[in-house]
């Protein structure tokens, strides 16, 4: 996995540096054989004036998958980067699944989207409503309409 680091406005330390390839390293390592590169761009959006400004952007190029684009900003360069790399691993981890899923039949597996989900109401129903309370309503608005 090609890691490449630029910084923008200002120098980049050798500090940073390593605490950018580490992070991403430890946030996108366990997918090194999908990941073909890893371009990370630092920025002061407002220079020296200060305030939530220090940009963190990082782009994941996958193998057969679009670009995962990341962007976060901070008051704090350090956390921006921390964030931002926590935030592609979750984006890289959410779109090699969903690949994953759909080229296994067309479907997502048990467990992903919305019909997994599990309530206490009844089937097609609301809470506090049965299924003949349900027909008994229909009854009467048929009743009502004739």
């Known amino acids: 996995m090609e890691i490449q680091v630029q910084s923008r406005g200002f120098c980049?330390?050798?500090a940073l540096y390593e605490h950018v390839?580490?992070?991403a390293q430890h946030a996108l390592g366990?997918?090194?054989?999908?990941?073909?590169?890893v371009a990370v761009r630092l920025f002061d959006a407002n220079g020296p004036r200060g305030g939530l400004d220090?940009?963190?952007?990082?782009r994941v190029h996958l193998d057969e998958v679009p670009v995962v684009v990341i962007d976060d900003c901070d008051e704090d360069l350090y956390a921006a980067?921390?964030?931002?790399?926590?935030r592609a691993s979750i984006a890289v981890d959410r779109k090699l699944t969903r690949r994953r899923d759909w080229?296994?039949?067309?479907?997502p597996r048990a467990g992903r989207g919305i019909d997994s989900?599990?309530?206490?109401?009844p089937a097609g129903g609301?809470?506090?409503?049965s299924g003949q309370d349900r027909a008994d309503d229909a009854h009467r608005s048929l009743e009502v309409e004739h």
Do not use: M
């Open 12 to 14: 980049l330390t050798e």
């Open 21 to 23: 390839t580490s992070r």
């Open 30 to 37: 366990h997918h090194a054989r999908r990941v073909r590169r």
């Open 54 to 58: 220090k940009h963190c952007a990082i």
């Open 81 to 86: 980067v921390d964030r931002a790399t926590q």
């Open 103 to 107: 080229s296994r039949g067309g479907r």
């Open 117 to 121: 989900i599990e309530t206490d109401w």
């Open 126 to 129: 609301v809470p506090g409503e």
